[in-house]
């Protein structure tokens, strides 16, 4: 656009006035803090791909990968994102081959040391008991890199998500983002890497696909755990049943065609390089299934929680859209700070997340999103992704109790479900000249426990159906 200049001085005024509203459109589509002017030009973005994995139909893969690839040096995290994709870089459906998750944790490896997975703590990421065996000493071969808790001993990955992948934000809102690889806090004689752990199951002609996901254990015919550890009578599925190259039942026939394939997980970073303009941000993992209980003297120290990572959602007795599984858990928050992002991780069956003060408040709610077709990111009765909330920065005091609750439908019932609730908490506010008025801001607004509510009836009803259309 050119702006003449006229002869005419009557003309002025209009022309001042008209000028001043294309500048006040376009200051409103500039992004909503001056830390995004700050830091957008600057963010950088690539994609990778993890060593391959060779899958038949009903096989599971579930390997650690060690010193993947991911960009180097002192940066700050603005993205994680990743999906399944063929050797010719397609995305592959979840009702061919279900990614029940990924998990990624940065770990120091002392220099010289290869770091395999016949190190790795007992269980891995979702650990009961852990070796300590390359965990203490004056020299361990490698440390751990774990997130803010609560579940240290078990959940410890910084990014990770499942069937809900292509549908999540990972985004971390403007100015924040996640400090990584500082070299003011490496170990001497240490090198920083990343692992990356991939949980797939590749459903192609299995007799029940729906349990195949869930790991039924009857289904793998398996009766020990991946260490020979007998598994309990009740526990009729979960992640001790479909461990890596166990195998889900398939139809007659079927097997014997050949039909071998080589999948990649496909993994997009975003990252920023790190200097004074991004505010740091810290991941914390809350677990609905966390057994710490409030008493007198508790701290809400990690050592007092034990989570099981896993549960199971048992069938309601009268069929209709009532039929809601509810679990509640009440933690003590052990940090000062300011959430700024929070999304939940469920299974098929899932409605929704919320986390919300003891009286009620809401902070954030997560809910389900089910595909309807047959497309990658779109297939029908799949999570196919969860809402994420960028609520304005919601203060917490290290000490306050904070409630998770997870619905899901029972209409049929469900094994190795799991409730996760990511967060992303920042130690401080951006200064105030960083940022502009209120009127520009642009971050998702929080919805009450009675949207929540409302939201979770809609989606209890579209999971009913898809469970009847399964079923």
């Known amino acids: 656009m050119i702006w003449k200049q006229e002869q005419n001085q009557t003309m002025a005024p209009c022309r001042e006035t ?196 869930e790991c039924r254990c009857d289904l793998y015919n398996v009766t020990v755990d991946e260490y020979g550890r007998a598994i309990k009578p009740d526990y009729k599925g979960g992640l001790f049943c479909c461990y890596d190259k166990t195998q889900c039942l398939v139809r007659n026939g079927f097997e014997n065609v050949e039909k071998t394939r080589t999948l990649y997980l496909k993994y997009t970073v975003r990252w920023v390089d790190w200097d004074s303009s991004v505010v740091p941000a810290k991941v914390y993992i809350l677990d609905v299934t966390d057994s710490w209980e409030r008493s007198d003297g508790s701290t809400g120290d990690s050592q007092e929680h034990f989570c099981r990572v896993e549960y199971e959602v048992k069938p309601c007795k009268t069929n209709g859209d009532g039929c809601v599984d509810v679990k509640k858990k009440s933690l003590m928050m052990p940090f000062n700070g300011y959430i700024v992002y929070g999304v939940a991780h469920q299974h098929a069956g899932g409605i929704g997340a919320a986390l919300y003060r003891e009286d009620g408040e809401g902070i954030c709610t997560s809910m389900a999103k089910y595909g309807n077709g047959d497309e990658p990111g779109n297939e029908a009765g799949y999570i196919v992704g969860m809402s994420s909330c960028y609520p304005e920065p919601v203060k917490v005091t290290s000490g306050e109790t904070l409630t998770l609750e997870f619905n ?35 971050h998702e607004k929080d919805v009450s426990v009675l949207t929540f509510l409302a939201a979770t009836v809609v989606v209890a009803v579209v999971v009913l159906i898809a469970a009847v259309a399964s079923h």
């Not at 397609?90 to 990924?102: A, E, M, S």
């Not at 899901?408 to 799991?418: D, E, F, K, L, R």
């Open 408 to 442: 899901y439908s029972s209409a049929v019932g469900h094994t190795g479900v799991m409730g996760l609730f990511y967060i992303l908490v920042a130690q401080q506010l951006p200064e105030p000249e960083s940022s502009v008025p209120a009127l520009f801001q642009g």
């Open 18 to 213: 008209s000028f001043l509203l294309l500048l006040l459109l376009v200051a409103l589509t500039i992004s909503p803090s001056q830390g995004f002017l700050k830091t957008e030009k600057k963010i950088k973005s690539a994609s990778f791909l993890s060593p391959k994995l060779v899958m038949n139909p009903g096989s599971v893969a579930n390997p650690f990968l060690f010193d993947i690839d991911f960009p180097r040096g002192h940066i700050g995290i603005k993205a994680f994102d990743a999906e399944v994709v063929d050797q010719d870089g397609n995305p592959v459906p979840l009702h061919q081959t279900y990614l029940h998750h990924w998990i990624v944790q940065p770990y120091y490896v002392r220099k010289g040391f290869n770091l395999s997975h016949l190190d790795m703590p007992r269980n891995h990421g979702f650990s009961r008991q852990d070796n300590e065996r390359h965990l203490t000493g004056s020299r361990p071969d490698y440390i751990l890199v774990r997130n803010g808790g609560l579940c240290r001993n078990t959940v410890r990955h910084f990014f990770g998500l499942g069937s809900e992948t292509r549908k999540t934000s990972t985004r971390v809102p403007e100015p924040y983002a996640i400090e990584i690889d500082n070299p003011e806090e490496t170990p001497d004689g240490y090198e920083f890497k990343w692992l990356l752990n991939i949980h797939a199951i590749d459903t192609r002609g299995v007799v029940d696909k729906s349990g195949c996901t």
